[in-house]
């Protein structure tokens, strides 16, 4: 998902916004989108795109702009016009594990979904949110991973369009989005990976083993407080504009 491309420049690695060009065919058609980014790094160029529309419920959680490139996706960026109040940033601290990612994710996401009712759900999937990954700083696993893909098919209306993302560990791209579409496709996956695969990345199974991985933030910044403070602020700035 080429999330990071505007309208007149490339931007972020990204040259076409395959997000925005397919929202807009949707909405041509009549359709309500709700669209959430979970990739590390804010969907600045998807939510520039529907800034001033009530018909697109943009959601992106991702590190924090403090921390990270665009250096945007604050919760005060919360739409302008008819949009006011349907954009919505969930910005969290570097070391952020599965555990208050999740929880902050379940804490926003579902309320508004449920609130907005969307005719169509469409995901950019990202897996630079793995601890594994040299561009970014947070600390998810497969297994969180899997648990985030797994909330969104949840709230999923029917119609669900998945978009890839970042993701610079290729390991951890392609166990995670392997995940990601057989959890779309309600697939079970075998634990167990294929030698070849073993063979070339040193990994024997689909998802991390927490007890065997260091996912202690190594910054001095407490990440559930972060997220507590994102979490309470859209709840207190946004949540009353959808009643």
């Known amino acids: 998902g080429f999330h990071h491309a505007m309208p007149g420049y490339a931007h972020g690695f990204c040259i076409f916004n395959d997000p925005v060009i397919a929202i807009?065919?949707?909405?041509?058609?009549?359709?309500?989108?709700?669209?959430?980014?979970?990739?590390?790094?804010?969907?600045?160029?998807v939510q520039h795109a529907f800034y001033d529309t009530d018909q697109v419920l943009t959601i992106s959680i991702h590190e924090s702009g403090d921390y990270l490139f665009p250096g945007t996706g604050y919760v005060s960026e919360y739409g302008e016009d008819s949009g006011k109040g349907y954009a919505i940033n969930i910005p969290l601290a570097p070391?952020?594990?599965?555990?208050?990612?999740?929880?902050?994710?379940?804490?926003?996401?579902?309320?508004?979904?449920?609130?907005?009712?969307?005719?169509?759900?469409?995901?950019?999937?990202g897996i630079d949110t793995h601890f594994d990954d040299p561009l970014t700083h947070l600390k998810l696993?497969?297994?969180?991973?899997?648990?985030?893909?797994?909330?969104?098919?949840?709230l999923s209306p029917g119609r669900w369009i998945a978009f890839?993302?970042?993701?610079?560990?290729?390991?951890?791209?392609?166990?995670?989005?392997?995940?990601?579409?057989?959890?779309?496709?309600?697939?079970?996956?075998?634990?167990?990976?294929?030698?070849?695969?073993?063979?070339?990345?040193?990994?024997?199974?689909?998802?991390?083993?927490?007890?065997?991985t260091d996912?202690?933030?190594?910054?001095?910044?407490d990440p559930m407080h972060f997220a507590e403070k994102s979490v309470q602020a859209i709840q207190k700035e946004i949540f009353p504009m959808h009643n």
């Open 141 to 154: 696993t497969t297994l969180g991973y899997k648990k985030v893909v797994g909330e969104l098919k949840r």
């Open 215 to 221: 996912l202690n933030s190594t910054s001095d910044i």
């Open 95 to 125: 070391g952020t594990s599965d555990e208050t990612y999740i929880w902050a994710l379940q804490a926003i996401v579902p309320p508004l979904i449920n609130k907005f009712q969307p005719d169509v759900l469409a995901t950019q999937l």
């Open 24 to 45: 807009q065919a949707l909405i041509a058609q009549g359709a309500r989108v709700a669209y959430i980014d979970i990739d590390a790094h804010h969907g600045d160029g």
């Open 164 to 212: 890839g993302g970042g993701g610079y560990d290729i390991s951890a791209v392609a166990r995670s989005w392997t995940v990601a579409f057989a959890t779309m496709s309600e697939v079970a996956l075998d634990p167990t990976l294929p030698d070849l695969f073993a063979q070339r990345y040193g990994l024997l199974e689909l998802y991390d083993n927490p007890q065997t």
